[in-house]
């Protein structure tokens, strides 16, 4: 559903973001936002699907004009087979693992996945009698090491949900490859980056997911998840979408739209300005690391430079050994972040964070605690000065 007054020529993500998601035919730039159940018919012919002109739209459930601009945008992004949208970002994760998945089946999930995620998984997977093995972030090639002949999925985040390590996707999907009929599903959660500076399906995934509660829609109001399936997958996706009775509100559809047609230029400033931060927090005294995939001293930085186009405006640092009283000296007096969950909004936001209780994998091993910061579109020199004060007051308490 793309805007076709002429066959559009080869363009770039961020003309796509322009110029897709139309309804064809149309003369507004913008989609109706239909509220609808009922969808009405001509004829019981055409109800029964034997009608010259078959319909259109059959239950509002089914699909109306809003939610197909949606989704054919994000295919387009992703590059997918096809787009299905959830009422999150946790229930597309969730819908798309029951998707790939039945009872007696083994997932491989990698450690430090979001954490609502890992609550699916030991939660209702393992209540329909799905098995999940967590993995190593940095396992590699040798993730086909860890694959039972009943393993159907293995499911990404990069990079990884508050420590941002970045699992190597390319060298993950090859070696599944090896495994040629008994090759599982690569799922990944691309919330971090977007289509617009990593595209999953060109690098072996079969299915991307995004939170688009976050970058696509931009201005922390509505939730909304995106899942975007390649051919391997798009089938089971789409049927067992419909089987659980998934749909999403018309008005958070076209909050996402509508913030979709920003997104590259939002983008291009929370990552200009997360990495001016970020580099200056690693000159201040009071941090020890800063968790940024982009700057040379992450250790995974050379994937992030080989398949990303750019870096996003959430990341963390691990701040020096000090007390939880120091910590929340620093978070509480805070003036320009707020403290809340979420992120990717127009609004910076701080979080402590707390990894060592959520891996099973392999430990959270850092020498003090962890601070996750989302840069929003403030002025960066602003922000710094608030993250000044408030490092001041940590260091003054010790
Ligand atoms: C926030 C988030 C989600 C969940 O999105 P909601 O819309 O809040 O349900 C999923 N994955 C990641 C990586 C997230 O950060």
Redesign the pocket.
Same mark, same amino acid.
């Given at each position: 559903m793309t805007d076709s007054r002429n066959a559009s020529p080869a363009t770039s993500p961020m003309t796509r973001l322009a110029h897709g998601g139309r309804v064809e035919g149309s003369p507004f730039v913008n989609p109706p936002v239909v509220h609808a159940s009922t969808v009405l018919f001509e004829s019981v012919a055409q109800m029964k699907g034997k009608s010259a002109t078959p319909a259109r739209y059959t239950y509002g459930r089914r699909g109306t004009p809003t939610s197909e601009t949606l989704e054919a945008l994000i295919t387009e992004l992703e590059g997918a087979e096809g787009t299905v949208l959830t009422p $999150?970002? &946790?229930? =597309?994760?969730v819908v798309a693992l029951m998707a790939v998945l039945k009872t007696g089946d083994h997932v491989l999930m990698i450690d430090g996945?979001?954490g609502? #995620?890992r609550a699916a998984c030991d939660g209702i997977l393992k209540r329909f009698g799905i098995e999940t093995t967590y993995f190593d972030p940095h396992v590699g090639a040798g993730v086909v090491d860890l694959v039972r002949p009943n393993t159907r999925a293995v499911f990404l985040?990069s990079p990884a $949900?508050l420590t941002f390590e970045m699992p190597d996707v390319a060298a993950i999907t090859r070696a599944l490859d090896g495994l040629g009929a008994a090759r599982p599903i690569v799922l990944i959660?691309n #919330?971090?980056a977007t289509p617009l500076f990593y595209r999953p399906l060109d690098h072996g995934v079969d299915v991307s !997911?995004? &939170? =688009?509660?976050?970058y696509v829609v931009g201005h922390s109001d509505a *939730? !909304?998840?995106t899942i975007a399936a390649g051919p391997r997958a798009w089938a089971k996706i789409k049927s067992t979408h419909g089987d659980l009775g998934m749909f999403t509100g018309p008005d958070d559809m076209y909050l996402a739209l509508r913030g979709a047609r920003t997104m590259a230029v939002r983008l291009a400033h929370h990552q200009e300005s997360a990495l001016t931060i970020a580099r200056w927090l690693e000159t201040r005294p009071e941090v020890s690391r800063v968790l940024h995939p982009a700057l040379p001293s992450h250790p995974d930085h050379a994937i992030w430079k080989r398949d990303f186009e750019g870096a996003s405006g *959430?990341f963390s640092i691990v701040l020096k050994p000090c007390s939880e009283e120091a910590v929340a000296a620093f978070l509480d007096g805070l003036a320009l972040f707020g403290l809340g969950? $979420?992120?990717?909004g127009y609004e910076s936001l701080a979080i402590p964070a707390f990894p060592s209780a959520i891996r099973t994998a392999v430990p959270w091993v850092a020498e003090g605690p962890v601070v996750r910061l989302q840069i929003g579109l403030e002025a960066t020199e602003d922000l710094i000065a608030d993250l000044a004060a408030g490092l001041d007051r940590l260091a003054a308490r010790g």
């Amino acid at each position: 559903m793309t805007d076709s007054r002429n066959a559009s020529p080869a363009t770039s993500p961020m003309t796509r973001l322009a110029h897709g998601g139309r309804v064809e035919g149309s003369p507004f730039v913008n989609p109706p936002v239909v509220h609808a159940s009922t969808v009405l018919f001509e004829s019981v012919a055409q109800m029964k699907g034997k009608s010259a002109t078959p319909a259109r739209y059959t239950y509002g459930r089914r699909g109306t004009p809003t939610s197909e601009t949606l989704e054919a945008l994000i295919t387009e992004l992703e590059g997918a087979e096809g787009t299905v949208l959830t009422p $999150s970002g &946790a229930s =597309a994760c969730v819908v798309a693992l029951m998707a790939v998945l039945k009872t007696g089946d083994h997932v491989l999930m990698i450690d430090g996945v979001y954490g609502p #995620t890992r609550a699916a998984c030991d939660g209702i997977l393992k209540r329909f009698g799905i098995e999940t093995t967590y993995f190593d972030p940095h396992v590699g090639a040798g993730v086909v090491d860890l694959v039972r002949p009943n393993t159907r999925a293995v499911f990404l985040e990069s990079p990884a $949900s508050l420590t941002f390590e970045m699992p190597d996707v390319a060298a993950i999907t090859r070696a599944l490859d090896g495994l040629g009929a008994a090759r599982p599903i690569v799922l990944i959660d691309n #919330t971090w980056a977007t289509p617009l500076f990593y595209r999953p399906l060109d690098h072996g995934v079969d299915v991307s !997911i995004m &939170a =688009a509660t976050k970058y696509v829609v931009g201005h922390s109001d509505a *939730l !909304i998840g995106t899942i975007a399936a390649g051919p391997r997958a798009w089938a089971k996706i789409k049927s067992t979408h419909g089987d659980l009775g998934m749909f999403t509100g018309p008005d958070d559809m076209y909050l996402a739209l509508r913030g979709a047609r920003t997104m590259a230029v939002r983008l291009a400033h929370h990552q200009e300005s997360a990495l001016t931060i970020a580099r200056w927090l690693e000159t201040r005294p009071e941090v020890s690391r800063v968790l940024h995939p982009a700057l040379p001293s992450h250790p995974d930085h050379a994937i992030w430079k080989r398949d990303f186009e750019g870096a996003s405006g *959430l990341f963390s640092i691990v701040l020096k050994p000090c007390s939880e009283e120091a910590v929340a000296a620093f978070l509480d007096g805070l003036a320009l972040f707020g403290l809340g969950y $979420s992120w990717g909004g127009y609004e910076s936001l701080a979080i402590p964070a707390f990894p060592s209780a959520i891996r099973t994998a392999v430990p959270w091993v850092a020498e003090g605690p962890v601070v996750r910061l989302q840069i929003g579109l403030e002025a960066t020199e602003d922000l710094i000065a608030d993250l000044a004060a408030g490092l001041d007051r940590l260091a003054a308490r010790g």
